[in-house]
């Protein structure tokens, strides 16, 4: 008989490696995967405080790599191991002024947080289908909803996954295979930090006021936002509902940003964010 199985990816830190606990302590067996498992510490460590390093399997993965992707897929059927609920957590930040970010920053941009998440997605597709049930959650973020200045590398790629979730939601409901999308707000994670590295910042005068404002948006969250458990909590309840939402924004700020969003003109929106950029 095949085990049912929940896979991470990104599970090496943040969302993924929370995610990759909580879903063993509920007594899922685990594939948590990561670009490099020598970063595997913190969760094999975590684990096995937790008595659950039995129920969690590391593997390899960069979801920009074909190979690798095949190479996991073939691995689990050899394993007689399903894949029931598909969490696409990998991704990260990048930010800086439009014209600061290079081509190739846009490009690997797009190739982790979309391309990503559609091919992994693609991978295990078709045993979904097959068997006529199973889950697919998309870690989006309010950037998915709103444009922030100097995010237009992430918040492009965060529509983008948002477009392609809704689509295949659509196809895929007559299955019984539900597509949902989280929309977190800011939370404590190490992604603003990895943003900030990744940063191409501008030296032109121009810029200067939305740089240091990134700089200090991307510091505070990473060090005084929310606590991301009640991300987790909230991904762990989504996949008990029988029939789940397609979106779950996260936050009272998030979803106040959407609201407002949605019925306010664009003009006053505009207005605020420059008088928050000082402009």
């Given at each position: 008989m095949k085990k049912d199985c929940v896979l991470i990816t990104g599970a090496s830190s943040g969302?993924?490696?929370?995610l990759a606990i909580a879903?063993?302590?509920?007594?899922?067996?685990?594939?948590?995967?990561?670009r490099d498992?020598?970063?595997?510490t913190l969760l094999v460590e975590e684990a096995r405080k937790r008595n659950v390093a039995k129920q969690i399997i590391v593997k390899k993965l960069d979801v920009t790599n074909a190979t690798e992707l095949k190479m996991l897929k073939d691995q689990l059927h050899?394993?007689?191991i399903n894949v029931q609920i598909l969490i696409n957590n990998a991704g990260y930040c990048q930010g800086g002024p439009t014209e600061g970010v290079a081509m190739e920053k846009w490009k690997h941009q797009f190739d982790t947080n979309?391309?990503?998440?559609?091919?992994?997605?693609?991978a295990f597709l078709p045993d979904m289908r097959k068997r006529r049930q199973g889950r697919i959650i998309m870690l989006s973020s309010i950037s998915g909803r709103f444009g922030f200045p100097a995010l237009g590398p992430y918040s492009a790629s965060k529509f983008a996954l948002e477009g392609f979730?809704?689509?295949l939601r659509f196809e895929m409901l007559p299955f019984g295979v539900y597509v949902s999308l989280v929309e977190p707000g800011a939370y404590r994670t190490s992604i603003w930090e990895k943003g900030l590295e990744e940063a191409q910042f501008s030296n032109d005068e121009d810029y200067k006021m939305i740089t240091q404002t990134l700089v200090a948006q991307a510091t505070h969250s990473a060090t005084?936002?929310?606590d991301p458990i009640s991300v987790v909590k909230k991904i762990v309840a989504i996949s008990k509902v029988k029939r789940p939402k397609l979106r779950y924004p996260i936050g009272e700020s998030t979803k106040l940003m959407i609201i407002l969003k949605a019925l306010l003109p664009m003009r006053v929106i505009e207005y605020v964010v420059l008088k928050k950029l000082g402009g």
């Open positions: 969302f993924g490696l929370l879903f063993a302590e509920k007594g899922w067996n685990v594939v948590a995967t990561m498992t020598a970063k595997a050899s394993d007689g979309v391309l990503g998440a559609i091919a992994v997605t693609k979730s809704e689509s005084s936002s929310n």
